[in-house]
């Protein structure tokens, strides 16, 4: 297993980095049409980098060396070809000029409607006489078609050199040469992300330092590259420390090579099988749920402990560890991987990846520990170091405190007082946005890319379906209007490629506006004395029809045709002056069944928030569960007895959580498998019988170091700087911290003591 998991995370590389892999490949409208909008895009596989320079020659001449290291390295990056997308555009609107007579712009649309003739010459001879004006008068007079080209051309932020290079000038007086390019393999392969940090960082650092430039960079690729790095260092130094400190404290307590190395055993079996079974059926593995997984140390090593500690007298027999250990240590696993199974239905990806690892993980311990413990566990007459005799006298006198039935009260109804408190200072937020975080030298270069080249952000879009495309384009000529009474400025086909009902309005409205009366005067007034005729303005052609696979980059995200052969369409929403107003358009579309409002941050974020409830919920089920095999087992006093303390850290965690920061859908996942987890102190507690002065008898100590174990793996993880994996390991380390000692309080003496 350990050589399957070696081959399938490192050679072929299936790790994945980005916060949008953990999410669900939910069939929702609106998440699946966001989906189909990122890979139409490509937004992840764009790549912007800039050279500046108060000089522009050494700007240029460190884009052009930059440009054959790139090649030299063999690096799958393809520069944009500008001049050829240019071409695109002026083959398309070269076809289009043939089609002329039925292209109007939405201005000049409302104009011919509401203007008279007058109106329309005065108009035309602004338009003729504006120092930036340009008027084609043997073709196009009133400058129609001009405008319909200029309103669907894509904005140019830059300049072009003799050489076709890009360029912009900043403010400061820097010339900035421009790099713009696609990746060819997905941003997120940790084979590419791998090249970008050995080869192209130090590429563009090299370049930095030779031609005393300034670079910037930015692209979905740097970011996930920083985040690889960050998470790979993360998941090397928690583990590390991790099993570093379960070691130290076997060492400390037990003081023998032999429980060190049953300790080994168990924790690797358990993540090398829980690893292997998660690649096994998913076939790859999020690096936040690698990162969890990996606290698995903190949990398997639990049941080591107690049968090391189980074992831990002179003479006692494999079978009568086995007695000691029975039903507390196979219903604890049981319940705990019962918990951490539950995950996999909670629909994303990521979570039930920690649910299978973690859930076989656990299975594969508790076996490791019964097949292997008889052999390597024999013969534990060694005496304790005094460090663990010291720290079972404390256990014990925190027992017997509990023992006192006035001190179980004042705790609980501290527990109790935290929770309402906490409860009603809770605050949530399942923001995405506050789940990434992003490379913060990496943000402070794309904002001042944004700033120079005033790229077009359209990251919301109205999705419009229809069965024909002509449905589309007369949906999409209807709401833009609306759009723009609202101050919503969008994008969309219908504005390059009108409906045919649209087209032919828009020819009866230039044929008026050609009536030889309007032409003469136009043209007297000027002083133009060319013969004409009216179908040079107004060429026969048929109505429009593109083949939408042929649409330039830039306009072919507009549209798609979906696998049942419906089209949908896109409007963009590039500017919007009154937020407010738009909401309250996209409410009125609620029950639009052909039109979806999709804004990709809201949508997720509302995702997270719908499946943190549902977690909360689970919780509830997983209780009523418990309480349903425990009143069969041990009847119902025992079952409150068990339950108590355990329902009241969960309260307090959920309390001091409230005081501390906002919840959020990892904080949820947390508290459940706190619960899961926590359950374990509360049985094996339940059937402890100790004996008066019997120094075999460590089993308290046991169920601390247990919960040592547990704090040291998920506490390190609230230090993380993935905001997701903090907030679980934050949310872990409280939760089990309370549960450890609440069941020591109230079930320190053993269940059957408070009888």
């Known amino acids: 297993m350990a050589v399957f998991c070696w ?37 992840t596989q764009r790549v912007v980098i800039l050279f500046g320079h108060q000089d522009p020659d050494q700007a240029r001449e460190a884009l052009y060396l930059f440009r054959r290291d790139v090649r030299q390295a063999s690096l799958s990056l393809t520069e944009d070809n500008i001049p050829a997308i240019a071409d695109e555009y002026k083959k398309l609107f070269t076809v289009l000029f043939a089609h002329r007579s039925y292209l109007l712009t939405d201005p000049d649309y409302l104009f011919l409607k509401q203007k008279n003739a007058d109106y329309l010459v005065q108009k035309a001879m602004v338009d003729i006489v504006s120092p930036f004006g340009h008027v084609n008068l043997a073709h196009d007079p009133y400058g129609f078609f001009t405008r319909y080209v200029k309103n669907n051309s894509p904005s140019s932020p830059f300049q072009v050199d003799g050489q076709n290079n890009l360029l912009t000038h900043g403010d400061d007086g820097q010339t900035w040469y421009i790099y713009l390019a ?101 076939g790859h593995i999020h690096i936040i749920s690698l990162v969890i997984g990996c606290s698995l140390i903190g949990i398997t090593v639990d049941y080591a402990l107690h049968y090391i500690g189980a074992s831990y007298q002179a003479g006692v027999s494999p079978y009568d560890v086995f007695r000691k250990l029975v039903p507390a240590l196979p219903l604890s696993a049981l319940t705990s991987a019962f918990g951490f199974t539950l995950l996999v239905f909670v629909p994303f990806p990521g979570i039930q990846q920690i649910g299978i690892l973690s859930a076989t993980g656990l299975l594969a311990a508790l076996i490791t520990v019964f097949l292997w413990g008889p052999y390597l566990m024999v013969n534990q007459s060694k005496p304790l170091t005094r460090v663990a005799d010291n720290f079972q006298l404390l256990l014990k006198n925190l027992a017997q405190w509990g023992a006192i039935l006035k001190n179980r009260r004042v705790l609980a109804m501290l527990a109790i007082g935290v929770g309402i408190i906490g409860s009603l200072n809770l605050r949530f937020d399942d923001n995405l946005k506050s789940f990434q975080n992003l490379n913060v030298d990496l943000k402070q270069q794309e904002n001042k890319i944004n700033d120079l080249l005033s790229f077009e952000k359209a990251t919301r ?102 696998d049942s052969g419906d089209y949908i369409g896109r409007l963009l929403i590039t500017d919007v002056e009154d937020e407010s107003k738009l909401q309250q358009f996209i409410e009125q579309l609620n029950d639009n069944p052909i039109v979806h409002y999709c804004d990709p941050a809201h949508d997720y974020s509302a995702l997270f928030t719908l499946y943190r409830q549902f977690v909360l919920g689970l919780m509830v089920g997983i209780l009523i569960a418990l309480t349903s095999v425990l009143l069969c087992r041990v009847g119902k006093i025992g079952t409150v007895r068990i339950l108590t303390p355990l329902i009241l850290a969960i309260l307090g965690t959920i309390g001091l959580l409230g005081l501390i920061v906002p919840l959020n859908f990892f904080h949820a996942v947390g508290l459940l498998l706190s619960m899961s987890i926590g359950i374990d102190y509360a049985l094996f507690l339940y059937w402890h019988n100790p004996e008066p002065n ?62």
């Open 182 to 282: 696609s990746l060819n393999d997905s941003a997120f392969s940790m084979d590419v992300q791998e090249k970008i940090n050995n080869h192209l960082i130090p590429i563009l650092d090299g370049i930095k330092k030779k031609f005393n430039v300034e670079t910037l960079k930015t692209g979905a690729l740097f970011y996930a590259a920083a985040g690889a790095q960050q998470a790979q260092y993360e998941i090397s130094l928690i583990s590390s420390i991790s099993l570093i400190g379960v070691l130290f404290l076997m060492v400390l307590i037990f003081c023998n090579l032999r429980s060190l190395w049953f300790a080994i055993t168990v924790i690797s079996t358990s993540i090398i099988t829980g690893l292997a079974t998660c690649l096994l059926i998913f």
């Open 461 to 562: 879009f109205l999705a419009v379906k229809g069965k024909t495309l002509q449905d589309v384009l007369q949906a999409e000529e209807s709401l833009m209007p609306e759009l723009a009474n609202l101050g919503v400025t969008v994008k969309a086909l219908a504005s390059l490629v009108p409906s045919e009902r649209r087209q032919q309005e828009n020819r009866q409205l230039i044929a008026q506006s050609y009536q030889p009366s309007l032409i003469d005067r136009l043209f007297k007034t000027l002083g133009y004395s060319q013969a004409y005729s009216i179908s040079d303005f107004m060429p026969d052609s048929n109505f429009v029809h593109l083949n939408l696979n042929d649409l330039p980059i830039g306009l072919k995200e507009l549209i798609y045709q979906t």
């Open 694 to 755: 019997k120094k075999g008898d460590i089993l308290l100590m046991c169920n601390a170091m247990s919960a040592l174990t547990t704090i040291l793996s998920f506490g390190l993880l609230a230090f993380s700087q993935t905001v997701a994996v903090c907030s679980f390991g934050l949310s872990v380390f409280v939760g089990i911290v309370l549960c450890f000692t609440l069941t020591t309080v109230f079930l320190g003496l053993g269940g059957s003591y408070y009888d």
């Open 7 to 43: 081959y399938i995370l490192m050679v072929q590389g299936q790790i994945k980095v980005d916060i949008l892999d953990m999410l669900p490949n939910s069939q929702s409208q609106s998440i699946s049409a966001v989906r189909r909008m990122m890979d139409d895009t490509k937004l």
